[in-house]
Nanobody
Framework: QVQLQESGPGLVKPSQTLSLTCTVSGESITDYRYYWSWIRQPPGKGLEWMGAIDYSGSIFYNPSLKSRTSISRDTSKNHLTLQLRSVTPEDTAVYYC??????????????????WGQGTQVTVSS
């Protein structure tokens, strides 16, 4: 069973870079069966897919966030990383990592993904 755990600072100042890690256990992030996505949910809003990385290391981004987002992985640690640059208070959200068996680029419900991390709250404020 895949388990995911997000970690990172809960408070980031405007204009800085938000950096999060998703530690995966139970499966290898190089397993061909999985896509690994970052998703966020701002307060009072829906789930927004930010991007994903597949077993081969191919990366897919939400076009609306692509210019500020970097997704990478460390296969030796079996974890994923998310960086979001030049943050503003509008980037305040709960950030999740999640796994799926196919590439999902629009989240219609949590069931679009097989496994989710518990999420981590990130607040952008000075």
């Amino acid at each position: 069973q895949v388990q995911l755990q997000e970690s990172g600072p809960g408070l980031v100042k405007p204009s800085q870079t938000l950096s999060l890690t998703c530690t995966v256990s139970g499966e290898s992030i190089t397993d061909y069966r999985y896509y690994w996505s970052w998703i966020r949910q701002p307060p009072g809003k829906g789930l927004e897919w930010m991007g994903a990385i597949d077993y081969s290391g191919s990366i897919f981004y939400n076009p609306s966030l692509k210019s500020r987002t970097s997704i990478s992985r460390d296969t030796s640690k079996n974890h994923l990383t998310l960086q979001l640059r030049s943050v503003t208070p509008e980037d305040t959200a709960v950030y999740y990592c999640a796994s799926s068996s196919s590439l999902v680029t629009e989240v219609t419900s949590r069931s679009d993904f097989a496994s989710w991390g518990q999420g981590t709250q990130v607040t952008v404020s000075s």
